[in-house]
């Protein structure tokens, strides 16, 4: 399938995005791999969906693995039976692990010469929000730059709303009500205007929320249906 063509941009996005965040299934991300290595413009969308992303992995705290990672390494490397046996094989693989770090050192080398010959990259997105239900699985991403006054919404999973509904988004303001952003679609890519530019707009907004509403929107100016997905609002300013 040729993803780099004008009618599957949508489902390249997608495809992409999923990439990113590590969502996509391991035989699918192993095809889109393979067809970025042999096309650019599908590699072109998969990098930048890293970009984008990537604030997101600077922002997480680190995690120290559990001891028992520890005991699996060791067990892997054969290092937890006789230590005279161990001893006496740890040199031998000493010459294989001496040789995959100087290959990866070369490999290493290699990407960051290529890495500095290539123009600077884009800025990272200022505002970031993946919503996820309750099952924790990425649906839709809102990204903004810093002064624009929209909100760019994909959606990276399956996001249908019904026959004769329609999902609304909201910002959820610290002590205050909920306040609609408008409608978005249930697949795609659409852009959600907004009051002001995106840092003022979301400022006090820790949380964006999406609602299954009547198609056209809440009657009421609130939430009516149930919630379908949350996020949070990342800020990079």
């Known amino acids: 399938m040729n993803l780099s ?14 990439y990113a965040l590590g969502t996509l299934p391991s035989r699918a991300r192993m095809r889109l ?7 650019a413009a599908v590699a072109g969308v998969v990098a930048d969906w890293e970009r984008r992303l990537a604030v997101l992995a600077e922002a997480m705290p680190g995690i120290n693995p559990s001891p028992r990672v520890w005991r699996g390494i060791v067990a892997q490397l054969g290092l937890d039976g006789d230590r005279a046996a161990a001893r006496a094989s740890w040199w031998e693989r ?20 290529v890495q500095l010959s290539r123009e600077p990259a884009a800025p990272p997105q200022t505002v970031v929000i993946v919503l996820a239900g309750p099952d ?36 959820l303001p ?5 306040k609609s952003l408008g409608l978005i679609p249930a697949g795609g890519l659409t852009r959600v205007p907004l009051a002001a530019p995106a840092e003022t707009a979301l400022a006090g907004v820790p949380t964006l929320a999406v609602s299954l509403e009547p198609a056209g929107g809440s009657p009421t100016g609130q939430p009516t249906g149930p919630v379908l997905y949350t996020g949070k609002v990342e800020r990079f300013f």
């Open 33 to 39: 791999a393979d067809v970025a290595k042999r096309d």
């Open 174 to 178: 610290d002590g205050g009500k909920p």
């Open 94 to 113: 000493l010459a294989v692990w001496r040789a995959l770090a100087v290959a990866a050192f070369a490999v290493a080398a290699v990407l960051a010469v």
């Open 5 to 18: 063509r004008p009618d599957r941009r949508e489902r390249l996005e997608r495809l992409a995005a999923e």
């Open 136 to 171: 924790a699985k990425p649906a839709l991403i809102a990204t903004a730059d810093r002064g624009q006054r929209f909100l760019a919404v994909r959606a990276i999973g399956d996001t249908s709303a019904g026959a004769g509904k329609a999902l609304e988004l909201w910002a």
